[in-house]
């Protein structure tokens, strides 16, 4: 089970143009995808209805800053290659489009493919009750004067999902993924209460798909 937070899906549209988001996310992205569309079925993707609002609000915007920064990094390594044709000792490499391989768009597209193979939750009532009790608690992701109230009511959801599978039975990896690390924690270090909640419901965590992947293979 993987279960998505929009910054997941937006890392994949970004990892061209992040040193932190390492190359594999792309491709554990797809395969974790293709594999809920295996028979037997080999993998589920579980999303928030308010992931499908966020990224319906935030992708097209980081589609086109990431379109903006490779059309940049090609405009700078143009002006490397024009000094190195001065050089007739240097090697003349041949010029690369970056922009000509559309990767903002190839790359919105398999993040918008793993969001198409959820399945969505909506919130219960007993949820966005809790959600409210950790903003008014401060507790992560919220927290003194910034009060996450979408992400709370996304980890409240999660919570009871996972609680609901625990009580059937059900003992398979869930895996929340995310690379918010300053609302979360990080897998050796999740933030308080966050680190009991998950380990109550058998929750696990992952900052990117790369990392999501090795526990379901």
Not at 65 to 84: C, F, G, M, P, Y
């Amino acid at each position: 089970m993987v279960l998505l937070d929009t910054c997941s899906l937006l890392d994949v549209v970004r990892q061209p143009t992040r040193t932190n988001i390492p190359s594999g996310t792309i491709t554990a992205a797809l395969t974790i995808a293709q594999r809920t569309r295996t028979n037997p079925r080999g993998a589920w993707i579980i999303a928030s209805d308010l992931i499908l609002e966020e990224w319906a609000t935030r992708a097209q915007n980081i589609s086109k800053d990431v379109e903006v920064q490779i059309s940049k990094i090609e405009r700078d390594v143009d002006q490397v290659l024009a000094a190195a044709r001065l050089l007739p000792t240097v090697t003349q490499p041949p010029r690369l489009s970056l922009t000509g391989l559309r990767l903002h768009d190839e790359l919105h597209d398999i993040a918008a493919q793993v969001l198409a193979c959820a399945e969505i939750l909506k919130g219960e009532p007993n949820e966005i009750l809790n959600a409210h009790r950790r903003l008014v608690n401060g507790l992560a992701p919220a927290k003194k004067g910034k009060q996450e109230y979408k992400d709370c009511v996304i980890i409240e959801q999660y919570l009871s999902f996972c609680r609901d599978l625990r009580a059937g039975g059900l003992t398979t990896h869930c895996i929340f993924v995310t690379s918010n690390i300053n609302d979360y924690g990080t897998p050796q270090g999740l933030l308080p209460p966050r680190d009991m909640e998950f380990a109550a419901v058998g929750l696990e965590f992952a900052l990117n798909f790369d990392a999501a992947l090795s526990p379901i293979k």
